[in-house]
C-alpha cells in the first residue's frame, strides 16, 4: 500500500471515529438533558432540578418516555408495568396517562435518585381497597394536569392493600413518602372516603392547579410544608383542611400561600401548621371550621381573609413564643371562641382587621399572653366583656374601647369632638364591647359613639389605650387591670356622681385570693357582699358608702360566671 493511501485511510477512520464519537455524547446528552425555558419545552425527568420554576411547573411536558391507555392498560414505552390492575413505575421518566380505570391504582417505586413525572390528560380512576396513587420511593414525584382536562381519583372507605411493615400506608387517595409536585393549569378532584385527600410525607408543593378536595379526615397534608401558589383550592373534610405536622425539624412544619383563592370548610383547623403559616394575598375563606388558623406563628402580609371558627379564629397555639402577626390584608373573623388568640404576642403593623366575638363568659373577642401592639392599620373588635382584653399601651397607635350593649345589625359609628368619622360599620352579633384603633384617633381628643344614630357614650383619649373596659370585663381602671395599662377610665366614674366617699382609698380595695374560685364559693359567702373576705370578715368602709358602690351587681354576676381559659395547644393532639 502506497504512503498516500495509507495516509487517506488512516483519515477516513479518524473521521468514522470522530463521528461515533459525537453520536455517543450526543445520545448521552438527549437521554440526561434538561430544558430549562417555558412553553413547549422537552426534556428527560432524569435531570429535573429541584428548583423553584420546575417545582412551580413552569415547564410544559411534551416529549413523554412513556404512554399509558388507562382504558386498556396498554403502554408504549418503557418504565412501567402492569399488573392485574396496578401500573408500577420503576425509573425515571416522564409518563403520560389518559382513559379510565374503574378499579386499579398507580403505584411509582422507582430509584433514590428517580425524577418520575406523571402527565395526567383527562384521568379518572377509582380503587376500591387502597390508595389511587401510591409512590413508596423516588427522589421526586410532579403530577402535571393538562390545561382544559379533570382528572379525578375517588378511593373506598376500606384499605386492605397496605405497603409498609406497620400496615397503615398508604393513607390517602393520593400518597407520597417523597416530596410531591403538582403543577399545570388542569383540574385535579380528589375523593377521599377512606381518610386522608393529598398526602405528601415530605414536601407538598401546588402551583397553578385547581384542586377540589372532599375527605373523610384531612384534606391536604405535607409533613415538611405545604406550599401553595397561584392554585385554586376548595376542601371539604372532617378534620383539617391544610396541614403540615412536622414539629421536629428546624425550618419545617409550615404552610404559605400565595396569591391563591382557597375556601376551607373543615371539621377541625382550616388551615393548621406546627411552625408558621404565612399568608401573601389572594382569597382565604374558611367557611365552616373548630378553629380557623392555627400555627406557632401565624403571619398575614396581604389578601382578603374571612374566617368562621367555632372556637379560636386566628390562634398563635404553643407556648409564649407563639406570635400572631399582621401586617396587611382585609380579614374578617367571626368566632365562638377567641377572635385573635396568641400564647405569647400579638401585632399589627398594617392591614383592615374585624373581629365578631363572642358573648361567652369565657372567651374573648383578643386573647394574649404577653402583648397587642398596634403600630398600625385598622381595627375593629366587638364582643363580650366575659375575657375583654384591650391592646397594649406598648402600642404606638391609639385604641378606644367603648362599653355599651348592642345587637346583630346594629349600625356603629364613631366620630370626633369636631365631627370627624373614626369607624362605621354593621354589627352581625351581639356586644357588649367595642374597640376601635386606628391612625385617626388622637391623643386629646373625644370621641362619642353612636349606635343606630342614637349617642350612647363619649370618650377622652388620655393615652394610647383609653377604655371604659378593663382587660377582665370590669369597668373603669379597677378590679383585675393586668399592667398593661389599660382601662383609662377615671375610678372616679365608678360611683354615681363622680363622688367618692370622704376617706376612701380606692388603691387599698382587697385584693382577691389566687386561690378563690367564684364558680365554688364557701356556702356563708354573702353574694350580695363582693367585699367579704373569705375568712367571713367584712372590711370596714368609709361612712356612707356601701359595697355597691364599688362594683355594679352586673360585674358581680360577671365575675361569677367567668371561667378559666384553657389555651389551644392542649387539641394540637387533635390536630
Same mark, same amino acid.
Given at each position: 500500500?502506497?504512503?498516500?493511501?495509507?495516509?487517506?485511510?488512516?483519515?477516513?477512520?479518524?473521521?468514522?471515529?470522530?463521528?461515533?464519537?459525537?453520536?455517543?455524547?450526543?445520545?448521552?446528552?438527549? %437521554?440526561?438533558?434538561?430544558?430549562?425555558?417555558?412553553?413547549?419545552?422537552?426534556?428527560?425527568?432524569?435531570?429535573?432540578?429541584?428548583?423553584?420554576?420546575?417545582?412551580?411547573?413552569?415547564?410544559?411536558?411534551?416529549?413523554?418516555?412513556?404512554?399509558?391507555?388507562?382504558?386498556?392498560?396498554?403502554?408504549?414505552?418503557?418504565?412501567?408495568?402492569?399488573?392485574?390492575?396496578?401500573?408500577?413505575?420503576?425509573?425515571?421518566?416522564?409518563?403520560?396517562?389518559?382513559?379510565?380505570?374503574?378499579?386499579?391504582?398507580?403505584?411509582?417505586?422507582?430509584?433514590?435518585?428517580?425524577?418520575?413525572?406523571?402527565?395526567?390528560?383527562?384521568?379518572?380512576?377509582?380503587?376500591?381497597?387502597?390508595?389511587?396513587?401510591?409512590?413508596?420511593?423516588?427522589?421526586?414525584?410532579?403530577?402535571?394536569?393538562?390545561?382544559?382536562?379533570?382528572?379525578?381519583?375517588?378511593?373506598?372507605?376500606?384499605?386492605?392493600?397496605?405497603?409498609?411493615?406497620?400496615?397503615?400506608?398508604?393513607?390517602?387517595?393520593?400518597?407520597?413518602?417523597?416530596?410531591?409536585?403538582?403543577?399545570?393549569?388542569?383540574?385535579?378532584?380528589?375523593?377521599?372516603?377512606?381518610?386522608?385527600?393529598?398526602?405528601?410525607?415530605?414536601?407538598?408543593?401546588?402551583? %397553578?392547579?385547581?384542586?377540589?378536595?372532599?375527605?373523610?379526615?384531612?384534606?391536604?397534608?405535607?409533613?415538611?410544608?405545604?406550599?401553595?401558589?397561584?392554585?385554586?383550592?376548595?376542601?371539604?373534610?372532617?378534620?383539617?383542611?391544610?396541614?403540615?405536622? %412536622?414539629?421536629?425539624?428546624?425550618?419545617?412544619?409550615?404552610?404559605?400561600?400565595?396569591?391563591?383563592?382557597?375556601?376551607?370548610?373543615?371539621?377541625?383547623?382550616?388551615?393548621?401548621?406546627?411552625?408558621?403559616?404565612?399568608?401573601?394575598?389572594?382569597?382565604?375563606?374558611?367557611?365552616?371550621?373548630?378553629?380557623?388558623?392555627?400555627?406557632?406563628?401565624?403571619?398575614?402580609?396581604?389578601?382578603?381573609?374571612?374566617?368562621?371558627?367555632?372556637?379560636?379564629?386566628?390562634?398563635?397555639?404553643?407556648?409564649?413564643?407563639?406570635?400572631?402577626?399582621?401586617?396587611?390584608?382585609?380579614?374578617?373573623?367571626?368566632?365562638?371562641?377567641?377572635?385573635?388568640?396568641?400564647?405569647?404576642?400579638?401585632?399589627?403593623?398594617?392591614?383592615?382587621?374585624?373581629?365578631?366575638?363572642?358573648?361567652?363568659?369565657?372567651?374573648?373577642?383578643?386573647?394574649?399572653?404577653?402583648?397587642?401592639?398596634?403600630?398600625?392599620?385598622?381595627?375593629?373588635?366587638?364582643?363580650?366583656?366575659?375575657?375583654?382584653?384591650?391592646?397594649?399601651?406598648?402600642?404606638?397607635?391609639?385604641?378606644?374601647?367603648?362599653?355599651?350593649?348592642?345587637?346583630?345589625?346594629?349600625?356603629?359609628?364613631?366620630?370626633?369632638?369636631?365631627?370627624?368619622?373614626?369607624?362605621?360599620?354593621?354589627?352581625?352579633?351581639?356586644?357588649?364591647?367595642?374597640?376601635?384603633?386606628?391612625?385617626?384617633?388622637?391623643?386629646?381628643?373625644?370621641?362619642?359613639?353612636?349606635?343606630?344614630?342614637?349617642?350612647?357614650?363619649?370618650?377622652?383619649?388620655?393615652?394610647?389605650?383609653?377604655?371604659?373596659?378593663?382587660?377582665?370585663?370590669?369597668?373603669?381602671?379597677?378590679?383585675?387591670?393586668?399592667?398593661?395599662?389599660?382601662?383609662?377610665?377615671?375610678?372616679?366614674?365608678?360611683?354615681?356622681?363622680?363622688?367618692?366617699?370622704?376617706?376612701?382609698?380606692?388603691?387599698?380595695?382587697?385584693?382577691?385570693?389566687?386561690?378563690?374560685?367564684?364558680?365554688?364559693?364557701?356556702?356563708?359567702?354573702?353574694?350580695?357582699?363582693?367585699?367579704?373576705?373569705?375568712?367571713?370578715?367584712?372590711?370596714?368602709?368609709?361612712?356612707?358608702?356601701?359595697?355597691?358602690?364599688?362594683?355594679?351587681?352586673?360585674?358581680?354576676?360577671?365575675?361569677?360566671?367567668?371561667?378559666?381559659?384553657?389555651?389551644?395547644?392542649?387539641?394540637?393532639?387533635?390536630?
Amino acid at each position: 500500500m502506497k504512503k498516500r493511501e495509507i495516509i487517506i485511510f488512516s483519515l477516513i477512520m479518524i473521521f468514522i471515529v470522530i463521528v461515533l464519537a459525537l453520536l455517543i455524547v450526543y445520545s448521552k446528552l438527549s %437521554n440526561n438533558s434538561e430544558t430549562k425555558t417555558t412553553g413547549n419545552s422537552s426534556y428527560s425527568a432524569s435531570k429535573l432540578e429541584v428548583e423553584s420554576k420546575n417545582k412551580r411547573g413552569e415547564v410544559e411536558y411534551t416529549n413523554y418516555n412513556t404512554k399509558i391507555n388507562l382504558n386498556d392498560l396498554s403502554i408504549d414505552g418503557s418504565g412501567a408495568s402492569v399488573k392485574g390492575n396496578t401500573i408500577t413505575i420503576s425509573k425515571v421518566g416522564i409518563y403520560y396517562f389518559k382513559g379510565t380505570l374503574e378499579d386499579g391504582n398507580i403505584v411509582v417505586n422507582a430509584g433514590d435518585e428517580d425524577n418520575v413525572v406523571l402527565v395526567f390528560d383527562g384521568v379518572s380512576i377509582k380503587t376500591s381497597n387502597t390508595a389511587c396513587i401510591n409512590v413508596i420511593n423516588a427522589k421526586n414525584i410532579y403530577i402535571n394536569l393538562v390545561a382544559g382536562t379533570t382528572n379525578t381519583f375517588t378511593d373506598s372507605s376500606k384499605y386492605t392493600v397496605f405497603t409498609n411493615d406497620d400496615g397503615d400506608e398508604p393513607d390517602s387517595t393520593i400518597f407520597s413518602k417523597t416530596d410531591l409536585f403538582i403543577n399545570g393549569k388542569g383540574t385535579l378532584i380528589v375523593n377521599a372516603n377512606y381518610l386522608d385527600g393529598i398526602v405528601s410525607k415530605d414536601e407538598l408543593v401546588i402551583t %397553578n392547579a385547581t384542586i377540589e378536595v372532599n375527605s373523610n379526615d384531612d384534606a391536604i397534608r405535607g409533613k415538611d410544608c405545604v406550599d401553595i401558589k397561584d392554585a385554586t383550592i376548595t376542601v371539604t373534610s372532617k378534620q383539617d383542611g391544610i396541614k403540615s405536622t %412536622n414539629d421536629t425539624d428546624e425550618g419545617r412544619g409550615y404552610v404559605i400561600i400565595e396569591n391563591s383563592n382557597i375556601a376551607i370548610n373543615a371539621g377541625d383547623d382550616g388551615i393548621h401548621a406546627e411552625k408558621q403559616v404565612i399568608i401573601n394575598g389572594g382569597t382565604l375563606n374558611i367557611e365552616d371550621s373548630h378553629e380557623g388558623i392555627e400555627g406557632l406563628t401565624v403571619q398575614i402580609n396581604s389578601g382578603d381573609i374571612k374566617i368562621k371558627a367555632d372556637d379560636d379564629g386566628i390562634n398563635g397555639a404553643g407556648d409564649n413564643s407563639a406570635l400572631v402577626e399582621i401586617n396587611g390584608g382585609n380579614i374578617y373573623v367571626d368566632s365562638n371562641g377567641d377572635g385573635l388568640d396568641s400564647n405569647g404576642s400579638i401585632s399589627m403593623k398594617g392591614g383592615n382587621v374585624v373581629v365578631a366575638g363572642t358573648m361567652n363568659a369565657g372567651n374573648g373577642a383578643v386573647d394574649y399572653d404577653k402583648e397587642f401592639n398596634v403600630s398600625g392599620g385598622s381595627l375593629i373588635v366587638y364582643g363580650g366583656t366575659g375575657m375583654w382584653q384591650n391592646t397594649s399601651n406598648t402600642s404606638s397607635q391609639y385604641t378606644i374601647c367603648f362599653s355599651s350593649q348592642g345587637s346583630s345589625g346594629d349600625t356603629i359609628r364613631v366620630v370626633d369632638s369636631d365631627g370627624n368619622e373614626i369607624a362605621n360599620f354593621k354589627t352581625n352579633k351581639n356586644y357588649s364591647a367595642l374597640l376601635i384603633s386606628n391612625s385617626n384617633i388622637k391623643n386629646e381628643k373625644t370621641y362619642i359613639l353612636y349606635i343606630n344614630g342614637e349617642e350612647k357614650t363619649q370618650l377622652e383619649v388620655t393615652s394610647v389605650v383609653s377604655s371604659q373596659i378593663n382587660s377582665n370585663g370590669f369597668m373603669g381602671g379597677m378590679g383585675g387591670q393586668r399592667n398593661d395599662g389599660q382601662g383609662d377610665k377615671r375610678r372616679e366614674e365608678m360611683f354615681e356622681g363622680g363622688n367618692i366617699p370622704e376617706g376612701f382609698n380606692p388603691d387599698n380595695i382587697p385584693e382577691r385570693p389566687d386561690d378563690f374560685d367564684p364558680k365554688n364559693l364557701p356556702e356563708d359567702f354573702d353574694q350580695e357582699n363582693v367585699l367579704q373576705m373569705p375568712n367571713g370578715e367584712k372590711p370596714e368602709l368609709p361612712e356612707g358608702m356601701a359595697s355597691d358602690d364599688i362594683r355594679s351587681k352586673g360585674n358581680r354576676e360577671n365575675m361569677q360566671n367567668k371561667q378559666g381559659k384553657n389555651k389551644m395547644s392542649q387539641q394540637s393532639d387533635n390536630n
